[in-house]
């Protein structure tokens, strides 16, 4: 009944089996900056051509949104503000909406020096997790982080694949 559930609740949500990409900046303010969370973004979307990724979320989409409500939901408006003044206010203003005071910390900490992205994938085995954790890699081979990212993975999908190379 569990892996009928599993394979159930996998065709109709984004995944259940959730990964964290955590990205860190060496100084507090670093994901202020537009290049880093334009750099987040295109991570994010290069997640999502992963057959296993079914969705992720991160900071980025909670700027994303914020723009879109300001501007009336105009067209085209579901985008990334692109000033680090403009980063900081929709962070501020996303803090003061009334949701949960820790929901936004859950995907960048108070310092704004590290971010979180969540991954739901649709299976949680460790090859299809690794698959997902070296396409991160070789895409950031590719696309190099700005000087002074550092990323690196948590989460039990990925704690499987520590656990099987022991």
């Known amino acids: 009944p569990w892996r009928v559930a599993d394979e159930v609740m996998n065709e109709h949500l984004a ?10 900046g060496e100084e507090e303010g670093a994901f202020l ?3 880093w969370m334009n750099y987040v973004d295109r991570l994010q979307d290069h997640l999502m051509q992963q057959s296993n990724v079914g969705g992720t979320s991160s900071v980025v989409d909670v700027l994303e949104k914020v723009q879109y409500e300001l501007l009336a939901r105009a067209e085209g408006s579901n985008a990334l503000v692109q000033t680090r003044e403009g980063i900081a206010q929709y962070l501020f203003l996303y803090e003061m909406s009334g949701g949960s005071p820790d929901d936004l910390f859950k995907f960048i ?20 997790v690794a698959s997902v954790v070296d396409a991160v890699r070789d895409w950031q081979q590719d696309n190099p982080p700005p000087a002074g990212m550092e990323t690196r993975w948590a989460g ?11």
């Open 109 to 128: 900490t108070a310092g704004q020096d590290e971010i979180n992205i969540w991954l739901q994938m649709h299976e949680g085995d460790n090859q299809a």
């Open 15 to 24: 995944g259940t089996y959730l990964a964290y990409l955590e990205l860190a």
């Open 33 to 35: 900056e537009p290049d």
């Open 156 to 166: 039990l999908s990925y704690i499987n694949i520590i656990w099987q190379d022991q």
